[in-house]
């Protein structure tokens, strides 16, 4: 077994914004910093090396260090590794992105959630369909 050694600023360590997993998944992340082909890490590998059992809460902890300026990532197709970057004018498009991503998914869900919800009242007779008059 070789040992090898990450530096890691001790602004990191004193955050105490940040939890103990979201410091540990930015040392992971940025031990990959130097790849040729950029930072591609899948959320599997981090769930494996940190211990988090959810995807979403994963996630959430992604977030929270994106939300600090540390790091920003891209899904470019689903069930594909992220690319995370550290560089400020990347951090920024990336983030503009997902905003209009998520917000994109968010509008799709609540329209669904609202075609359900009316054809639950259709089929409890709790709203009736309008014929137009025949003349």
């Known amino acids: ?5 990450e530096k890691v600023d001790i602004d990191l360590l004193d955050n105490l914004n940040l939890n103990s997993h979201e410091k540990l998944l930015y040392i992971l992340i940025r031990r990959f910093q130097n790849c040729k082909n950029g930072i591609n890490v899948s959320n599997k590998y981090l769930m494996r090396r940190t211990g ?13 260090l ?10 470019p197709k689903r069930n594909k590794a992220n690319n995370y970057t550290f560089e400020r004018n990347k951090m920024q498009e990336i983030i503009r992105m997902n905003n209009g991503k998520r917000q994109r998914i968010s509008k799709s869900i ?9 054809s639950q009242e259709i089929n409890n007779g709790k709203v009736i369909t309008i014929n137009p008059k025949v003349r």
Do not use: P
């Open 1 to 5: 077994m070789s040992w090898t050694f």
């Open 52 to 64: 988090i059992k959810s995807e979403v809460t994963l996630r959430k902890y992604l977030d929270n």
């Open 66 to 75: 994106t939300l600090f300026g540390l790091v920003a990532r891209h899904q």
């Open 110 to 118: 609540k329209a669904g959630i609202r075609h359900k919800k009316l």
